[in-house]
């Protein structure tokens, strides 16, 4: 059986450069709109996403005031964490927080490129801010090595 991870190894995960996948409530008769998102989460701290002011999902995040946000590991033995809160900040972001983002996920010589190409096409990323409030987690780590064992 999955076990739940402590709070350290759910905040270490978490903090690792992983897509995250955002969830937030959506209008009236429709589903709540998920998508990928880059996010960064120092352990002990706050989550913080990227993304364009004026998308449906800023605007939906505005109006519901927290979001939901999942990573995985999905090579090796399955983990994930989801977590949930309130926003708590948002701001217009620097090229250099925006460029600091894409280094998380992109190789440093295409972390500028992309950075000044979102720009053009885009405008400025904001950054908002959640407050973890409740967490979900699971790892099948014990589980997968008894399988590779057992072999």
Same mark, same amino acid.
């Given at each position: 059986?999955?076990?739940?991870? +402590? #709070?350290?190894?759910?905040?270490?995960?978490?903090?690792?450069?992983?897509? @995250?996948?955002?969830?937030?409530?959506?209008?009236? @008769?429709?589903?709540?709109? +998920? +998508?990928?998102?880059?996010?960064?989460?120092?352990?002990?701290?706050?989550?913080?996403?990227? +993304?364009?002011?004026?998308?449906?999902?800023?605007?939906?995040?505005? /109006?519901? @005031?927290?979001?939901?946000?999942? $990573? !995985?590991? !999905?090579?090796? %033995?399955? #983990?994930? $964490?989801?977590?949930? @809160?309130?926003?708590?900040?948002?701001?217009?972001?620097?090229?250099?927080?925006?460029?600091?983002?894409? &280094?998380?996920?992109?190789?440093?010589?295409?972390? &500028?490129?992309?950075? =000044?190409?979102? =720009?053009?096409?885009?405008?400025?990323?904001?950054?908002?801010?959640?407050?973890?409030?409740?967490?979900?987690?699971? =790892?099948?780590? =014990? $589980? /997968?090595?008894?399988? %590779?064992?057992?072999?």
């Amino acid at each position: 059986m999955a076990r739940k991870m +402590t #709070k350290e190894e759910r905040e270490a995960f978490l903090a690792e450069p992983r897509v @995250g996948v955002l969830s937030v409530a959506a209008e009236p @008769g429709r589903a709540p709109l +998920t +998508t990928p998102i880059w996010y960064r989460y120092e352990p002990g701290g706050d989550v913080l996403v990227m +993304t364009s002011p004026g998308l449906r999902k800023t605007r939906l995040i505005e /109006a519901a @005031g927290r979001f939901a946000l999942c $990573v !995985q590991q !999905q090579d090796g %033995a399955y #983990k994930y $964490v989801s977590v949930e @809160g309130p926003v708590v900040d948002s701001w217009p972001m620097t090229k250099e927080e925006r460029q600091a983002m894409a &280094a998380r996920y992109l190789p440093p010589e295409a972390s &500028a490129a992309y950075t =000044d190409a979102m =720009d053009d096409a885009h405008g400025n990323n904001i950054a908002i801010v959640m407050r973890p409030e409740r967490w979900n987690t699971s =790892d099948f780590s =014990d $589980v /997968a090595e008894r399988l %590779a064992t057992s072999r």
